[in-house]
């Protein structure tokens, strides 16, 4: 493959402008197979188009796509990887009527299945098909006679284009892991073989004892292997700025407060798990609610500290454990409530609720719940004209050199700060919903087309995102880190264009916001914004 067939890297940022030259044409026609069938995706029948083939599935299996796409938020990505998981696994499709678990969360799936139609099909087009019956998607269909041909816009051919190039770079990242994987266990191996003639050289030692270290080894090199770079990560909790940062965060740390002392009564006599509990603030919470026990986890160092403060403060009833959830074991088998300060910036950078969700499937019990129990996401148009010649413009002269170049590594990192209000243009749009009793670890990998509107004639520099946060309990607290309330450390998330934008009042933003985690770093993340015929990428790490 010649460097031009390859597909630019996920972090690449493209700002050409969707009117140069490839608007000469306003369509893209692509080759279709003459008379080419969609096969059904539970039995043999054959029908002549996507349409009949999705009223098929519908009437004949009970398999609504559209309902599907909704309950499991659809997007390209995940679709593709259901289409295949139905391909390879052939589940029947009574499973789809049955809740809301994704059976296709494994990456193995985005690998496409060779000549399959469905893989073709455009999402954004079912609406059309369950509206008013009769869409052809594009093909001539009179009766079974198929067109030759299969008409694509614009921007549906770029769409498709970005999800090919997209999957692709996926795939490279996936066999450059595979590849660290297979080197991890050949260092493995090494050490087993070591291991097996330092113990054939050992006396005195009885067979099981020989079985037993071992496997302690053993346990202990793949325990290192899996969380070796986890650790940088948890070292940085060792630090006590930060958090004198998180304590005398008011919003953040009051609100914990308040959700748990003022419904102690179902706190009370109740086993309650503070997973990544640092400074034991919200375990010394739950105690002073009447917690029967409170099982306070940590990695980091500041554990050590955490248990002085409980010492000196007579909390006897938090125990601790310190290491990473996932390779530690409990004082208790089950644990009645969950709580954890787990939000990261724009909520879901640092990757932390993971650990509760393997906490919630691990030990929560049955009728027990989690504190907080749900958080989303919001974004909004923002227009700082100031700052944003600050901090982009700031590159076209640096004590009298042209640095304009830095621009585009600059505007590829999205940028944590505090935001005025006044500076909010737009209506703001909820893009992710997150509630933490039914969340699966894909959470993270989620899309939303977007509709913003201008309040006021402005100029849009960036759009901002920002969560929050709810205690659903009988005594309801909850908190938001927009910028219309009390700031907090998290801030807000700005996501700068390359040059402010005019806007008129009530003129209105649509767009598309793509969310993935990155896959060589699972607390870090890829973020892809569409609008104003551009496609942006940011990370967030």
């Known amino acids: 493959m010649s460097d031009d067939d390859c597909p630019p890297p996920l972090c690449e940022m493209e700002t050409g402008d969707s009117n140069g030259e490839e608007d000469d044409a306003d369509e893209w026609e692509v080759a279709e197979e003459q008379n080419e069938p969609v096969k059904c995706l539970f039995c043999t029948q054959i029908t002549p188009t996507m349409t009949t083939a999705i009223r098929h599935a519908k009437e004949q299996h009970d398999f609504d796509l559209g309902e599907i796409r909704r309950r499991f938020h659809l997007d390209e990505y995940s679709y593709i990887k259901m289409i295949n998981y139905i391909r390879i696994e052939q589940p ?4 789809f009527k049955k809740g809301a678990v994704i059976f296709w969360s494994d990456d193995k799936y985005l690998k496409p299945v060779e000549n399959e139609t469905w893989l073709m099909f455009d999402l954004d ?3 059309e098909i369950l509206l008013n019956g009769n869409s052809s998607l594009g093909t001539k269909d009179n009766g079974n006679d198929i067109g030759e041909t299969m008409t694509l816009t614009t921007d549906q051919y770029r769409k498709l284009q970005g999800i090919i190039n997209d999957l692709t770079a996926q795939l490279r990242e996936k066999e450059s892991l595979l590849q660290h994987a297979a080197s991890d266990i050949e260092k493995m191996k090494e050490s087993f073989r070591n291991l097996l003639e330092n113990q054939g050289d050992a006396k005195g030692k009885t067979r099981d004892d020989k079985v037993a270290q071992i496997r302690e080894e053993l346990r202990h090199c793949v325990s290192t292997v899996a969380v070796e770079d986890d650790q940088e990560y948890f070292n940085t909790y060792s630090h006590y700025s930060i ?4 304590l005398s965060d008011y919003v953040r740390t009051a609100s914990y407060r308040d959700a748990i002392l003022n419904n102690s009564d179902i706190i009370r006599d109740k086993v309650v798990l503070d997973l990544g509990c640092g400074t034991a603030i919200l375990s010394m919470f739950a105690a002073k609610a009447g917690a029967k026990e409170v099982i306070a986890v940590d990695q980091s160092d500041i554990i050590y500290q955490a248990m002085s403060i409980v010492r000196k403060n007579d909390m006897e009833s938090i ?3 310190k290491g990473r959830l996932e390779d530690s074991e409990l004082p208790v088998q089950k644990v009645d409530i969950i709580v954890s300060e787990w939000m990261g910036y724009f909520l879901l950078f640092e990757g932390m609720m993971d650990s509760v969700i393997y906490a919630r499937k691990q030990y929560l019990k049955e009728g027990g719940f989690i504190l907080p129990n749900r958080c989303n996401i919001s974004l909004a148009g923002y227009g700082d004209v100031e700052r944003h010649e600050e901090f982009i413009g700031f590159w076209k002269n640096v004590y009298g050199f042209d640095m304009s170049c830095m621009q585009s590594n600059v505007l590829r990192e999205a940028t944590v700060e505090s935001c005025k209000p006044e500076h909010v243009i737009t209506n703001a ?3 992710a919903n997150f509630d933490l009793m039914e969340v699966d670890i894909d959470c993270p990998n989620f899309s939303y087309d977007f509709e913003l509107i201008a309040k006021r004639n402005c100029t849009l520099t960036a759009l ?6 709810f205690f659903e309990l009988p005594e309801h607290v909850e908190f938001s880190t927009s910028p219309y309330t009390k700031p907090t450390h998290w801030k807000q998330t700005l996501f700068y264009v ?7 009042e009530g003129q209105v933003i649509k767009g598309k916001f793509i969310c993935r985690r990155d896959s060589k770093d699972a607390r870090s993340l890829f973020i892809t914004i569409e609008y104003f015929g551009k496609v942006l990428k940011y990370t967030l790490n």
Do not use: Q, R, S
Request: net charge negative.
């Open 464 to 469: 901002v995102g920002y969560f929050d946060t």
């Open 319 to 321: 125990k601790f454990v």
């Open 243 to 246: 958090h004198h940062d998180m």
């Open 498 to 504: 390359e040059k402010p934008i005019p806007l008129k």
């Open 125 to 127: 087009e079912l609406d």
């Open 92 to 95: 029947e499709p009574a499973i």
């Open 429 to 431: 749009n909820i893009i």
